[in-house]
């Protein structure tokens, strides 16, 4: 069942085209992250669901209701801002009861909803305090708790971590995975932070310039790029990338100055043809060590800088005097200006159009 359906929706700041002609179905009870650049659209187009923005074009359903044109209130979300957008005269009681009380809630299902919202976040004892007397952690989770005590169906998340330092993030990270898994609600979260994506969404969008480039789990959306743009978004650092041309005949491979590859192993998505191509293989598909002699492809490379990361390391080098970069355990040992053999098997390349960029 579709929770969230997006028909053919437009936004547009007078000349400039924020939105364009953008379809997308959510399901029900699924968790789906928008993610992309600053200025892709992606809180835009959270802001447009959430009725804070009129649309130029398009429909915006939920739970099959036409609400393109419902004030916010009566579209049945409930939003966490990237700011906590707190009232600092009130108690955490007073902020989560607050929208109940202009909605005329009864005041006994007001103290039953903060009880339930209070024990899935675990704030119970901060009931009492104001906001200047919790950490940021604390102040999220009151701003997700004024979410939840709304007991709506869908619940949209407009970077809600952007302000914490990286340990928190990562906590609170958990936190709404158990919330999701705990309500089983509809979520929608927008971030810059390809990890949050990754390790959050049931689906990823990844948007560029209003619109939506690919639409997968994340499995996918990391190791079959739609095209060159998601292959080197996704992943940190990006995919290595060789310009060259694929020759078909009796082998299919891919060539350029003084690199030859075997395309056998590779999965096209449809029949390969000779021409100018861009093939890409991630740091952490690379192999160095024993492993290489069971690689198809297998060549020596020259260390430029070595990057120690703790559990594993980055390695800068040049193949063919090009830049070119592996991920191997934290405790090798490698220097700079010495020579590496590494391997790797095209079955976990991606291979994309020279021209139009579309992965083949």
Known sequence: MKSIEIKELSLSFGEVKVLKQLDLD?????????????????????????GLLDVTDGQIFIKGKNVTWEEPKDRGIGMVFQSYALYPQMTVEGNLSFGLKNQKVPKAEIAQRIERAAAILQIEPLLKRKPAELSGGQRQRVAIGRALVRDVDVFLFDEPLSNLDAKLRAELRVEIKR???????????????QIEALTLADRIAIMKEGSVQQLADPHAIYNKPVNKYVAGFIGSPGMNFIEGAIETGR??????????????????AEEAKSGKAIFGIRPEHVVVGAEVASQPYKTTVEVEVVEPMGSDTLVWSKLQNREFRFRVDGQSDFEAGSKVKIGFDPLRASIFDAASEVRI
Not at 35 to 44: E, I, M, N, Q
Not at 179 to 193: A, F, G, K, S
């Open 179 to 193: 919330l999701h898994q705990r309500l089983e609600n509809t979520m929608i979260y927008v971030t810059h932070d």
């Open 26 to 50: 959510i399901g029900d009870g699924e968790f789906l992250v928008l993610l992309g650049a600053s200025g892709c659209g992606k809180s835009t187009l959270l802001n447009c669901i959430a």
């Open 251 to 268: 082998k299919t491979t891919f060539q350029t100055d003084g690199i030859k590859i075997d395309l056998g192993n590779y999965e096209f």
